[in-house]
């Protein structure tokens, strides 16, 4: 079956902290792997995407990372902000044909303590 | 260029009731996709449309119902609204059908009491 499992549930950290995210799935074909952000009441917002020959993608403060051998990315944030505090959703892709085939975790939610 | 576009934004419906959620895609992007997400929960798939056809089905009662039109808009459609039906729900726009980035629309909160 294919799953994703996000850990931890949810984070609390300081301003200015680092944190990371994790990411295991079971997904077969792999096809891509995002990690979206998602405000309370409102949308996912794409962060990145990789496919299985990257390993390492990064945006401003966030960097992906993909081990595809053993099934895991992480999600590493650095010198957090307030608006980061966000839900952090990992989402799977399985084959091209079609969103039917887009598997998505639970999610993370992290809060960012002044 | 205007993102994806849901209305309403938020909706109360009692039981039994219907309703339909409105979502217009990114301009060129062929096709639409419907989520469901309940409150501490990833999206859960629905529906895909592309040029006007159902290309793809979640697990969803036949209550649940989509269509898309000639400007590639869509409309979902819920009978008969259940309790747990209250989510938000998601439209998500693309330009394939295949597994190309899709951007979320702001959702639409709906409510069943």
């Known amino acids: ?114 | 260029d205007a993102g994806v576009t849901q209305s309403p934004t938020h909706l109360i419906k009692t039981r039994g009731q219907h309703v339909t959620l409105r979502c217009s895609p990114i301009s060129g992007h062929k096709s639409v996709s419907w989520y469901q997400q309940v409150l501490g929960q990833g999206p859960q798939f629905i529906f895909q449309y592309y040029e006007k056809e159902e290309r793809g089905r979640g697990n969803f009662p036949d209550r649940f119902s989509a269509r898309q039109f000639p400007n590639y808009s869509s409309e979902l459609n819920v009978n008969a609204l259940l309790l747990g039906d209250s989510a938000l729900y998601l439209c998500a726009s693309s330009l394939q059908v295949s597994n190309t980035e899709a951007f979320f629309g702001q959702g639409t909160r709906l409510t069943v009491v």
Not at chain 1, 40 to 58: A, D
Not at chain 1, 63 to 79: E, G, P
């Open chain 1, 1 to 114: 079956k294919n799953q994703v499992e996000q850990s931890p549930q949810s984070l609390i950290i300081l301003e200015g902290k680092n944190c990371t995210l994790q990411c295991n799935y079971t997904v077969s074909p792999f096809s891509n792997l995002r990690w979206y952000k998602q405000d309370t009441g409102r949308g996912p917002v794409s962060l990145t995407i990789m496919t299985f020959s990257e390993n390492t993608k990064s945006n401003g403060r966030y960097t992906a990372t993909l081990d595809a051998d053993t099934k895991q990315s992480s999600l590493h944030i650095t010198a957090s902000q307030l608006s980061d505090s966000a839900s952090y959703i990992c989402v799977v892709s399985a084959g091209y044909s079609s969103a039917s085939k887009i598997i998505f975790g639970s999610g993370t939610r992290l809060s960012i303590r002044p």
